[in-house]
C-alpha cells in the first residue's frame, strides 16, 4: 500500500521564482497537513485540511506562500516569489481522523534551495 | 512559546541497554501524545501514543509513560538497537474545536545506539 507521495524530491531554485510542492495522501485519509522543518523552527505546520476544506492556515508565514487541495488525492503547496530564507525540508501528511486518535502518515519531503 | 519540549539534544546508549527519552508539555489541553521516529532524508514515522485517560501504553520494545500531573511523557525502548538510532519527536494534540487533529511536535532528541 502505497504512503503518502510527494513531488519533487529536491527542488533548486533562484530567488522570485515561483516553487510548486505536490502531494498526493494516503488513499481514503480525510486530512492532509503541511509542514516545513528548519533547523531554527523544527517542525512546523504551516496549513491543514479536512475532507479537502482548509481548516487551519495560521501558520502559513505570509503571502506568498498559498496552499489548495482541489480533491480527496491531491494537494498542492505554492511559494511566489520564493525567498532564500525559503529553504526548509517541507512534508506533507495524511490522517484519517477518528474520534480519539490522531496519527499522521508522513510523505519523505521536499528539500527547496532558493539561491 | 514552545508546548512541547524535549530539553536533551541527544542521548547515546549502549546496545541492549534501555534508552530513556524525555517530553514536557505545558499545554494542559493536550488529550492525545505521540511519539515519531526520523531517519536522515525520510519523513517522520509514527512510532507509538497514548490517551490521556491511560498512564501507559506498550508496544514490543518501546513502552510510552505518562504523567498528567507533571505534563511530562517519556519513550522506553528495551533492549536498544543500533537500528533505533535515529531522531525522535515527541507531539501533542488537542481534541476539540479549530485545533481537532493539529500535532504540536517538539524539537527531536538524536538518539545514538553504540553496538
Known amino acids: 500500500d502505497a504512503g503518502v507521495i510527494q513531488s519533487p524530491r529536491h527542488e533548486v531554485t533562484e530567488m522570485g521564482q515561483e516553487v510548486t510542492l505536490r502531494c498526493k495522501p494516503i488513499?481514503?485519509?480525510?486530512?492532509l497537513f503541511w509542514y516545513r522543518q528548519t533547523m531554527m523552527r523544527g517542525l512546523e505546520l504551516l496549513i491543514y485540511?479536512?475532507?479537502?476544506?482548509?481548516?487551519?492556515d495560521s501558520g502559513m508565514p505570509e503571502d506568498r506562500f498559498s496552499a489548495k487541495m482541489p480533491n480527496a488525492s491531491f494537494s498542492t503547496l505554492k511559494i511566489q516569489p520564493s525567498e532564500p530564507r525559503d529553504s526548509a525540508v517541507y512534508f506533507c501528511a495524511s490522517s484519517l481522523l477518528l474520534a480519539g486518535t490522531y496519527e499522521q502518515y508522513f510523505g519523505p519531503g521536499t528539500r527547496l534551495t532558493v539561491t | 512559546d514552545q508546548q512541547v519540549k524535549q530539553n536533551s539534544p541527544s542521548l547515546s546508549v549502549q546496545e541492549g541497554r534501555i534508552s530513556i527519552l524525555n517530553c514536557d508539555y505545558t499545554?494542559?489541553?493536550?488529550?492525545?501524545f505521540l511519539w515519531y521516529k526520523k531517519y536522515p532524508a525520510e519523513g517522520p514515522t509514527f512510532l507509538i501514543s497514548?490517551?490521556?485517560?491511560?498512564d501507559k501504553n506498550e508496544d514490543g520494545r518501546f513502552t510510552v509513560f505518562l504523567n498528567k500531573s507533571a505534563k511530562h511523557l517519556s519513550l522506553h525502548i528495551v533492549p536498544s538497537q543500533p537500528g533505533d538510532s535515529a531522531v525522535y519527536f515527541c507531539?501533542?494534540?488537542?481534541?476539540?474545536?479549530?485545533?481537532?487533529?493539529?500535532?504540536?511536535f517538539g524539537q527531536g532528541t538524536i538518539l545514538t545506539v553504540h553496538p
Open positions: 499545554n494542559s489541553m493536550f488529550d492525545y
Open positions: 488513499s481514503g485519509h480525510n486530512s
Open positions: 497514548i490517551s490521556s485517560i491511560k
Open positions: 507531539a501533542a494534540s488537542r481534541g476539540g474545536g479549530t485545533s481537532y487533529g493539529k500535532l504540536t
Open positions: 485540511f479536512n475532507n479537502n476544506v482548509p481548516i487551519d
